[in-house]
């Protein structure tokens, strides 16, 4: 599977850039699995920061309203019961509760080429040769992005970040650089244009084909 790519300055070479089929060329796409991933993947990272008060947390209530019998009204023992304004929260959130999904290894790596084989096959996959600022500068990273046809939300996938793309890259709203490394389904299913460099493909194909015998599978 031949694609274009881009030399250093945004230059359209003459040859193209084979891409792994295997990785890049997914026929077979399980969209329950893509969506598996995806809610996987952000369950994992949610922060169990909410937390709600019992009736035995919620501060006062220690005298009883009114007297048990002889006022014609419902007895009550405390003005912090979860039926009054100001109670306690029944069944509320502890911050003690599980969010995560588990999802196997195989899984995951099936759902990240299908993910990389949708946009591959939508065209909006730019293979460049390297990605290399001699200064940290927002205006020269746009211009390089502008030349090679990127457009909305743009993955840059490099083989290292280094600290002057990193930071030409943090005042462009709609850009983010991630090591090929730690490419995730949520990253890839949310970019609009996906930018790879070469020594990055390279290591996305020797990455993902690890299990490659397993994948018919999925």
Known sequence: MSVLSYSKTGTKMTT???????????????????AQAYRSYLANGRKNLAVTKTRGMVRGG?????RQKGTGRARVGSS???????GGIVFG???????????????????IRQALSILNSENKIRIIEDIQLKQPKTRVLN???????????????????DKELKLAAANLTNVLVVN???LNI??????????????????????????RKLKKSL
């Open 180 to 182: 090929a490394k730690y």
């Open 143 to 161: 211009e390089l992005l502008s030349k090679i046809g990127v457009d909305g939300y743009t993955l840059i996938v490099v083989d290292q970040v």
């Open 16 to 34: 193209q850039f084979k891409l792994d089929t295997d990785v890049f060329g997914v026929k077979k796409i399980n969209h329950d699995l893509l």
């Open 80 to 86: 912090r019961t979860p039926l009054w304004v100001g």
């Open 93 to 111: 959130p502890t911050g003690q509760e599980n969010y995560t999904q588990k999802l196997n290894l195989k899984a995951k790596r099936a759902a």
């Open 62 to 66: 220690g005298k009883k309203p009114w």
């Open 186 to 211: 949520a990253r890839l299913i949310d970019a609009d244009t996906l930018v790879i460099t070469k020594s990055a493909t390279d290591t996305i194909t020797e990455w993902l084909k690890e299990d």
